[in-house]
């Protein structure tokens, strides 16, 4: 909550009895039934608030009327309706991350049903030699439960890899794993990546990560807005079991040609946007690639460094030899955005987006077991390890505000994922050799037509009603030794989902959303009945209580494929009611704040019980008998989540920033792959973030810094030898519980530096940023490799088994400078 | 206040008990049994961790064993030295 929020609750009164409640719903309600919502001395205002630089329509932008404290929010088109507001003496009070507050007083002069409000972006207007309230703010938690805005713009003052990167920074906040700096995808209070609802401008994005996901495949510069539900989201969300992340592209300048330039030592992004000619609209081009594959600068060169030094050298556990590796990655990626915006009339909008993103990383290696030895022989083992993935999309979007009290908008959108993996394993004993293979490839497409109306029914009531279809088809292969056909999947699947909910305000202190969803899912033939609950309890000015609950299904799974001796894999397909069932997730959470005009304390508990996780593991089965049922191998578990996660944010004055911690279990039960619970691979316990943001005069400092207790994973514990039938002793590996060992603690320190300045008409900055300042060799996961062989002689040899710890990213400085015009 | 910080410490303290996976503690039996003929070539050793110094399984020499066949039990005994073999 924000000093916009502060004030409003200025005027609220303190708890009331019980007694004093239930007169106020009496009253409330035979009001509402009589339909005495308006006195004469009372309107409706309604308009649209937007940009003042740009025109660009704003979304979710916190409006309130002063002293009656009506307040509403504004649509995804930034319409905004306020009812039953004093026609003269009231004030109304405009809000939004990343924008001057403004405040405008009811005088009688303006059109109350056009009443349109223009803010200023304080990254435009601010004058660089001071701060202002807002100025620095990169989050705001709202009063809504495990609801949090980010302001892309203000993202830029954090220390990065080098791009701004929306996901990055969400991993900043408490409850979203920070230690997961191999994939931007988000694990949010104990969910997975997949289980994250990730909207770009209505498309679901399926896979996020850009280049070995150090980057998000959103470009920030060219997103608008960011609504973050880690947990107890509305009705009006569904097809997922965790969190939704909301994400709203520009829609370009109405009023002038724009080019932003922003190039790093990895990067080049421009985003170039402008109005069209003719009819009121505007078009927004952003483009981003990489140029490692041309230009090895010195960041890539870190990178590049840390994937090769000798830390990742296999090596030897307790007897046998292990060869000298290199590995030489080499990798690009690119994304596009583009959206054209119409304005038809004052009541119509129309948009068509485009989003495209790919990445291509070659990780094929050579390893000399000859020359490590320091002998003649040419004994190698030449891995070819390429993977390709990347995301297409599009919508077609058309919003409609048929009065003011009713906003529609109805939307259709496509939206592909596809991936290839493939890795050969090639031995060569000077003329001797042969090879292993492996090949998967997985494709997503997503067809979704939607319809949501919002309907302001009364001061007290807001009722959104939807209708949600979504048509899946997934093709999914595997292949070994290019002749052994392991898993050749197409699917298809849909469902549809109706949905309702009621943002009800019984009184100034009480909020209220109450709402179903249901759907039905064709494969499976089951219709799911989804209510949801949170309220907000407002007792005194300063201090809320909140709490939600809900039921969630998502009826798309990503598997996760163990590979015990290779680092695991995933891949997606859709649930069937058998081999793989429908995910469902309970979630109840409890939560209280406190705030203060510069501080925000708080705290929430949550508990998700979820069932109808899936697993896919070679472990009991052979992947060489092809007379074997591989949907056998799925195994089917339970999953139970409690955590507890605290923020200390201090939002004004130069230095802000946040402490957040979270402490969590994450445990699954699957029967079929161990007798006993164990804990998730991305189970975390203690996870500590410290972020701080310093404004002086044309410079921005800042700082983070991120520890995290280990992460699990399953290792190879022993071997053992057991004399067979025929006499002969045959060596087996036993392998540990699942999970049961921890990797070494998680912790890195960000700093970052940027500087403002203007050139003309220009508007310039440039920066720093050093990730991973003291060069911490985080393990992003372990390796094991058999030997049976002397590498020497070739000839088999006793079992020896080789880890290899696989490093995150070690010291990363970067520079970027950014030019708009 | 000073509770609330008391309740977390506890719940930290609580969150940091672990259960292990010793390897050292597996047992490894081999062995095989022929009916009509006498045991003499059951095997208990431990399971050989990655990262210790050894190559060689460790015998198991002081173990309970018997053999459970519907609800009786037949007891071996050690074969003798350092062999980790029990026998009938």
Known sequence: MNSFHQEILLHSKRFPSFAFVLRRLYLFTSLSILGLGLSAQEVTISGKITDSETSESLPYVHVVALPGMQSAT???????????????????????????????????????????????????????????????????????????????????????????????????????????????????????????????????????????????????????DVQVYKGGFEAKYGGRVSSVVDMTAKSGNLKKPAINVTANMLSANVVAETPLP???????????????????????????????????????????????????????FYDLNAKLNLNLGKKDVVSLNFFNSRDNLDNSSVQDFGAGLGLDTDSKLETTDVTKWGNTGTSFKWSRQWSPKIFNRVLASYSQYDSDYELIDKFTFDTLSFQFSTQQRNK????????????????????????????????????????????NQNEIGSYISAYAQDEWSPTKWLKLNVGMRFTQYDVVKENYFEPRLSVLVKPTKNFRLKAAWGRYNQFINRIILENIFGGSRDFWLLADGESIPVQSSEHIIVGAAFETKDFLIDVEAYQKTNTGLVEYSLRFGDPYDTTQNFNDLFFEGTGIVRGIEFLLQKKFGALTGWLAYTLSKVEYTFPGLQETPFPALHDQR???????????????????????????????????????????????????????SRLPAY?????????????????????????????????????????????????????????????????????FINIRF | MRQLLSLFCLVVLFASCEKSDDPAKKVVLDGYIYAGEPIDDIRLTKLIPFG??????????????????????????????????YKS
Do not use: C
């Open chain 1, 444 to 487: 997503i497409q997503d067809i979704t037509l939607r319809d949501d109306l919002e309907w302001k029914l009364s001061e007290q009531h807001k009722l959104s009603l939807g209708l949600w279809f979504t048509r899946n088809e997934i093709d999914y292969l595997n292949f070994i030794d290019d002749s052994v056909e392991v898993q």
């Open chain 2, 52 to 85: 210790g110094e050894d190559s060689t399984a460790e015998p198991i020499n002081d173990a309970l064993v018997f053999i459970d066949w519907r609800g009786t039990k037949y007891p071996l005994v050690p074969a003798g030295g350092d062999s980790g073999f």
């Open chain 1, 278 to 332: 003719f009819v009121n609209g505007s078009f927004l081009l952003a483009a981003r690639r990489s140029y490692t594959d041309i230009l090895r600068s010195p960041t890539y060169q870190s990178i590049f460094n840390n994937v090769t030094e000798a830390d990742q050298e296999d090596e030897p556990l307790g007897f046998g030899i292990g060869g000298s590796g290199s590995v030489e990655p080499d990798f690009f």
């Open chain 1, 74 to 224: 504004s649509n995804i088109e930034g319409y905004f309706t306020l009812l039953a507001v004093p026609k003269k003496g009231s004030r109304l009070i405009f809000n939004y991350l990343g924008y001057r507050r403004d405040t405008i007083w009811l005088d009688g002069s303006k059109n109350l049903k056009e009443f349109n409000v223009e803010l200023v972006n304080e990254a435009v207007e601010l004058d660089v030699f001071e701060y202002s309230e807002e100025s620095n703010q990169s989050i705001e938690s709202s009063e809504e439960i495990s609801k949090i805005s980010i302001n892309p713009a203000q993202l830029q003052n954090l220390p990065n890899l080098g791009e701004v990167d929306i996901f990055r920074s969400l991993q900043l906040l408490p409850g979203i794993s920070g230690a997961n700096e191999s994939s931007s995808g988000l694990y949010v209070r104990g969910g997975t990546p997949d289980q994250n609802l990730i909207l770009l401008d209505g498309m679901n994005i399926y896979h996020v990560d850009h280049f070995f996901g150090i980057f998000s495949a959103f470009n920030a510069n060219a997103i608008k």
């Open chain 1, 686 to 740: 203690n996870e500590v973030k410290l972020i701080g943001m310093y404004k002086w005069k044309r410079f921005a400092f800042s700082g983070t810094y991120v520890y995290a207790t280990g992460k699990p994973y399953t290792a190879p514990v022993g071997i053992y030898e057991i004399t067979l039938l025929n006499g002969y002793q045959q060596k087996y590996i036993h392998v540990g519980d699942k999970n049961s």
């Open chain 1, 747 to 815: 912790h890195r320190l960000d700093i970052g530096a940027n500087y403002s300045f203007n050139i003309g008409k220009t508007e310039n900055k440039v920066g720093i940023s050093v990730f991973n300042v003291y060069n911490r060799k985080n393990i992003k996961y372990r390796r094991f490799q058999i030997q049976n062989f002397d590498p020497q002689t070739f000839l088999p040899t006793e079992s020896k088994l080789l880890q290899t710890d696989v490093n995150l990213l070690g010291i990363v400085p970067n520079f």
